[in-house]
């Protein structure tokens, strides 16, 4: 039923890049050994055009991705097709360059390439491995139905509060309304934890409250000091559902931080595209204007 | 003060009758009487059901093929405008109005009507039209002072009305919880609920209530197991009033700015019935039987409207336009008359509309004993085929486009002898009548077979939900009557003898399909007419593993699946549809029921007993052995999927989230999923704006994923009650809503799966130009938060769904846009490959 992108169509794409690298090789060897190979002589050409063709075929998944309604195939299709492509693209650009390196913009234009393809690797290791892993850790759930169960609980600890005195109260209510969930992409990726907690009777600043940890302990120790019964029993109440405050937050975060990873990879790839794609017209200009 | 007798006394000021003492009060000028006709309104304005429409609704003009015929205009407009047109036209018309008088009887007959109002009142009159609509009367608390005020209120039209205030619900069901809860975010409020829990509220309303009423921090509270004992009015506008509640601790008061009372509707039914109006049967949606002139089987009593199962407002009006005509003696042809005509257009025939009309409906025996009226309406609402060879086709196929030129909506439909009338797969439900020559079917295993003038057609389709399996083609000269689902489902339920005619004949089908008989179709008919039909709702046991069997069940509607094992550790290893067969172990030698049958949605099943069962295989021995082979092919596919333990729940999964009646169903696996959205991305920008599913939501198990998205029902429950007849499964098995949408909202509440969503117009995207070198509007995949325009809000919301992408070439455009793969969508056939590729 499901069939996922390196497996599209039976390896179609694999097959068609193991056939387009054997070409190259070819191609390559068929240079002899008179001269030293480089990307002057025909099979240069050869090799350099069909490498500037595969970076165009390469970066038009970003277009592709987006004309929701084309009849070009689909976008899985693509995408399997992109990865073979991109490595094969590594190679045989490699042929073409002939091993020739230096500090000029002909390199440059290689080394982007290099970059891109390196930053494709980790976004497809991303794309295979975490999926999984964000299933396991929702285990059923989703972010949104966490979510749901997170204002749910924080609705139930403030109505209990109400039965508890003052500065117990504050205590709580001041924990909720300063747990941060997301912050910026590093925060996400950090899984950093910013939230604060006022604690009156200690102090009139905000202290941390990293994972709940400090109000769970407080309430804890504050349940055998409780004023009466009715207190004692919100408390051990709270302090149970701050528990399970704990667990979702951990859940979240956990999410965010595996989308955030699934994401942030796109910005070094499209960006290094981009310069790519510049470094490669200079090169090619270049090529033909200092033949 | 002596009464004098009206000629006509009407019965509610909604659309049908408003228009009806419109044309009364025209024709009492015209003969230059005064006080000939009298409108009855409960309400204390016109037309409450529609005032009761939400502040700025955009009230639709539906069917647009048909011509308003009323003294009272009608234009698609706004709420506001519409009602004070009518105000303007009452004016105009000199129609004769008396606000907030209810009737509670009417009583007699022609010419001698009493008609009884609840202030005690009794009016005299020659002849009733009872236009008081469907949505009922609100019940009330039943207490002095309890008449409808600003301080005592059965509806809420807008709760930001109030601010600040003191407010008491009384009610537990939806509409009590909707509006307590709309009520919370600005005031104090008290909902009051007879028992001690909301038992009749739907889950997201229960969970809504019961958490406002936990939060100590709102100012909500619910009194429960308590009664109204009284109500004490407020002594000027301003000053607040009194409730004193009847509670467990004892009588408790509260001062209070208004009171508002959501008890539900009386449904007019039984007042109805107390008038002397029959109705077929005890169907909840059935229709009192009327004649030609809209008369009930009380002579005198006319009935029209959504009462007379019309429920759109320019039929209600046309109708009050004519029914006026009828009793002052007009024999005048309905509006839709020429709509007729044109319908039978192109039939060899030289005979006027109407004499054709009477003609079809001696020919199928099924219809002869319908009411005219009701045949009327199955004929307007239906396409006339009529198939013609190849010359006569062309010929025809001219005069069908000089008349397209007049502009008529409704024409003989043409098609080539010998062409496909359906085919096999195809999942249209229509329903055919043969009037005139012959048509073929053919089965799968290539058996054809005739049918002739006066029998139909294309039955199963229509009650199982299910693609077509034969192919039906059309003779030559053959002319049919081609019924969409909603009419003939409509006609069903309120004729007896149609339903009858339907369910014998699909029951020999049924039979012959999967047991291959060779009886005579008089044998057939009469091991038919034994034959009986069960229901059983969703989740009902059909029967028990362990148990002795002493019956087989043959699926028509929906999905029955087997289980294994005891109580806890049940699993279910198949599910089996429409056609298929249930429990056949049992009689072909062990009695012992292997399995647990349940039923995962409502299921409608042929129950046969041995000796039936015998009576239809030993006819033909050779079936015995298909028989046999297939019910070795169940045991095995069921073994495989009761062997692994996880496949077992996965199955149990999918029915619950409603796979086992979806035709099409979106499934991500979890496993390949990036969470990137194209999918949702991709939907909204193929579809205005709007994505129809919602992949973060819906419930997962086992890595599956099945994301709040259109399962494209089998029988479709949205398709229910929808007014405007916007809904409709595409031949291909897409179901979608069209642009005929009244924004009722009806089809949002019947999806059981949350799918429909009332939504605006989005705004319209520039083009990829405007937006790269303007920076004008929301380029390709950026949806953000759109900015509704005036137009849009005019236009009112919409109901929107997915449609399977139907009118893109490519297919469904969210599984083309995954870029991993994980999206694929299924059919209950997939099940298998499904779970047994976990
Ligand atoms: C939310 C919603 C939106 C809709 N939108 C549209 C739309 O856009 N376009 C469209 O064509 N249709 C629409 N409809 C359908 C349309 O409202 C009805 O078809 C139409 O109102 C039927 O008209 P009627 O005259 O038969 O009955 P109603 O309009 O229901 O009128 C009945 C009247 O009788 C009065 N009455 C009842 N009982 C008594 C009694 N015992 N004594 C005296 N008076 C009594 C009532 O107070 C009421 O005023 C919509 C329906 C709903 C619920
Ligand atoms: C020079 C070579 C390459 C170029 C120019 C290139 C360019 C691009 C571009 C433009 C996108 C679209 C990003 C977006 O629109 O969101 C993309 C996506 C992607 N690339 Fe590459 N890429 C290259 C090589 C590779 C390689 C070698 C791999 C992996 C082996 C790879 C893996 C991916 C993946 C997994 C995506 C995401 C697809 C999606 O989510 O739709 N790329 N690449
Ligand atoms: S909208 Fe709901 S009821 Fe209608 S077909 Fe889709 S899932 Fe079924
Ligand atoms: S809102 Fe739904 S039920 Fe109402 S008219 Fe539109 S499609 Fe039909
Ligand atoms: S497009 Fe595919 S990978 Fe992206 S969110 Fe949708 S199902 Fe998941």
């Known amino acids: 039923m499901f069939e996922n992108l390196l497996k599209y169509k039976k390896y179609r794409y694999l097959s068609l890049s193991l056939i387009l690298i054997v070409s190259a090789a070819v191609i390559y060897l068929t240079q002899g050994i008179e001269q030293p190979a480089n990307g002057g002589t025909w099979q240069g050409y050869t090799l350099g055009i069909f490498s500037a063709f595969l970076v165009l075929l390469l970066t038009y998944l970003g277009i592709r991705k987006r004309s929701y309604s084309s009849r070009m195939g689909t976008v899985e299709g693509w995408t399997s097709a992109h990865v073979f492509l991109g490595t094969s693209l590594l190679l045989i650009a490699t042929l073409h360059a002939a091993f020739q390196v230096g500090w000029n913009i002909h390199t440059l234009a290689y080394v982007l390439m290099i970059a891109v393809i390196l930053s494709g690797f980790y976004g497809l290791f991303t794309y295979l491995h975490y999926p999984q892993v964000m299933s396991k850790n929702n285990n059923g759930g989703s972010q949104e139905s966490w979510l749901q169960e997170l204002a749910q609980i924080d609705d139930e600890i403030k109505n209990r509060s109400g039965s508890c005195r003052a500065e117990i109260r504050l205590l709580v209510l001041s924990a909720i309304e300063n747990t941060k969930i997301s912050g910026g992409l590093f925060s996400q990726l950090t899984r950093s934890d910013n939230s604060k907690i006022k604690i009156q009777s200690e102090s009139d600043k905000y202290t941390s409250n990293k994972n709940q940890e400090r109000v769970i302990s407080y309430l804890a120790r504050a349940l055998p000091n409780s004023l009466n019964h009715a207190e004692a029993s919100a408390i051990d109440g709270i302090l149970s559902k701050f528990s399970r405050r704990q667990r979702l937050l951990k859940i979240i975060k956990r999410n965010l931080q595996i989308k955030a990873y699934l994401k942030v990879w796109l910005l070094f790839h499209v960006p290094l595209t981009i310069a790519l794609l510049a470094a490669l017209t200079v090169h090619i200009l270049v090529v033909f204007i200092y033949w | ?47 409450k059901t529609i005032y009761q429409y939400q502040k700025g609704k955009h009230v639709m003009d539906e069917p647009g093929f048909l011509n308003l015929r009323s003294p009272m205009e009608f234009a698609a407009g706004k709420r506001e405008e519409v009602l004070q047109a009518w105000e303007q036209g009452v004016q105009q018309n000199g129609i004769n109005i008396q606000y907030e008088k209810e009737v509670i009887g009417i009583t007699g007959e022609q010419p001698d009507f009493t008609v009884t ?30 008449d409808e005020s600003t301080f005592v209120r059965y509806t809420l039209e807008d709760p930001d009305e109030f601010e600040e205030k003191t407010i008491v619900v009384v009610g537990a069901g939806d509409a009590a919880i909707e509006n307590a809860l709309g009520l919370a975010q600005n005031n104090t409020v008290y909902i009051i609920n007879r028992r001690n829990e909301f038992t009749r509220a739907k889950e997201g309303n229960l969970n809504a209530v019961l958490s406002a009423i936990n939060n100590k921090s709102n100012q909500f509270f619910c009194q429960y197991n308590t009664n109204v004992k009284s109500i004490q009015l407020p002594q000027s506008v301003d000053e607040k009033g009194a409730i004193v509640l009847d509670t467990p601790e004892g009588d408790l008061s509260i001062n209070c700015d208004c009171i508002i009372a959501r008890l539900g509707a009386i449904a007019p039914r039984r007042f109805v019935e107390s008038c002397g109006v029959e109705f077929p049967n005890d169907k909840p949606d059935s229709i009192p039987d009327l004649d030609n002139h809209y008369q009930s089987n009380v002579k005198g009593l006319y009935i029209i409207g959504a009462l007379g199962g019309y429920p759109l407002i320019k039929q209600a009006m046309n109708q009050g336009h004519d029914v006026i005509e009828f009793i002052h003696g007009k024999e005048i042809k309905p509006a839709d008359h020429p709509l007729l005509e044109q319908q039978f257009k192109l039939l060899p025939y030289v005979m006027d509309a109407q004499d054709i009309l009477e003609l079809y409906q001696q020919r199928v025996p099924m219809f002869k004993r319908m009411n005219a009226l009701a045949f009327r309406e199955l004929i307007i609402e ?61 089965t799968e295993e290539g058996k054809s077979f005739k049918l002739k003038a006066g029998q139909f057609f294309g039955e199963m389709s229509l009650l199982s939900g299910r693609p077509r399996k034969t192919d039906a083609i059309a003779g030559n000269d053959c002319i049919l009557i081609e019924t969409p689902r909603r009419i003939m489902l409509k006609l069903m339920n309120s004729n007896d003898e149609v339903a009858q005619g339907i369910n014998r004949i699909s029951t020999v089908r049924a039979l012959q399909e999967a047991f291959n008989p060779n009886l005579s179709s008089k044998e057939m008919l009469a091991l038919a007419a034994t034959v009986k039909m069960v229901e059983f709702k969703a989740n009902e046991t059909l029967f028990k593993e362990g148990e002795k069997g002493k019956h087989l069940y043959l699926i028509r509607l929906g999905t029955v699946s087997l289980a294994k094992g005891i109580k806890h550790n049940k699993r279910v290893t198949t599910q089996l549809q429409s056609g298929e067969l249930v429990g056949q172990l049992a009689l072909m030698g062990n009695p012992t029921r292997t399995h647990t049958a349940v039923a995962a949605v409502r299921v409608e099943a042929f129950k046969l007993n041995l000796q039936q069962f015998l009576t239809l295989i030993k006819s033909n021995k050779d079936q015995i052995k298909v028989l046999q082979s297939d019910l070795a092919d169940l045991m095995q596919k069921s073994n495989l999927m009761g062997s692994v333990y996880e496949s077992v729940d996965i199955n149990k999964f999918l029915l619950k989230q409603g796979l086992g009646e979806a ?24 579809h205005s704006g709007i994505a129809r599913l919602k992949r973060e939501q819906g419930d997962s198990f086992a890595g599956l994923h099945i994301p709040i998205s259109c399962r494209h029902c089998e029988q479709p429950h949205c398709m229910k009650d929808c007014p405007a007849d916007a809904i409709h499964r595409a031949d291909s098995g897409e179901v979608f809503i069209d642009d005929s949408c009244i924004g009722c909202g009806n089809c949002e509440t019947n999806c059981p799966y949350d799918v429909i969503k009332m939504s605006y117009d989005m705004p319209k995207k520039p083009g990829l130009l405007a937006w790269m070198f303007l920076g004008l509007g929301k380029g390709p995949g950026e949806l953000g938060n759109p900015v509704i325009d005036a137009k849009a809000k005019d236009k009112g919301k919409k109901a929107v769904k997915c449609d399977l992408c139907k009118d893109l070439k490519t297919g469904p455009a969210c599984v083309r846009a995954c870029p991993t793969g994980a999206a694929i969508r299924i059919s209950p056939n997939d099940f298998v490959d499904l779970v047994e590729g976990r």
């Open chain 2, 117 to 146: 109002l609840k202030d005690g009142k009794k009016i005299t009159t020659e002849n009733v039209v009872l236009s008081i609509g469907l949505q009922g009367n609100p019940r009330k608390l039943g207490l002095p002072g309890d």
């Open chain 2, 382 to 442: 239906s396409n006339i085929v009529i198939a013609l060879d190849e010359q006569g086709y062309q010929e025809a196929n001219k005069k069908q486009e000089l008349a397209k030129a007049k502009n008529y909506s409704k024409f003989t439909k043409l098609i080539k002898a010998g062409d496909k009338i359906f085919k096999k797969e195809e999942y249209s439900n229509t329903f055919y009548t043969i009037v005139e020559g012959e048509v073929s079917l053919t």
């Open chain 2, 1 to 47: 003060m002596p009464q004098n007798k009206f000629k006509v006394v009407i019965i509610g000021s909604g659309p049908a009758g408003l228009s009806a003492a419109a044309r009364a009060a025209y024709y009492e000028k015209e003969h230059g009487e005064s006080s000939a006709h009298l409108l009855l309104e409960a309400f204390s304005g016109l037309s």
């Open chain 2, 663 to 686: 035709t099409n169903a979106l499934v991500i696996d979890e496993n390949l999923c990036v969470a990137c959205d194209n999918c949702e991305t991709a939907c909204a920008e193929t």
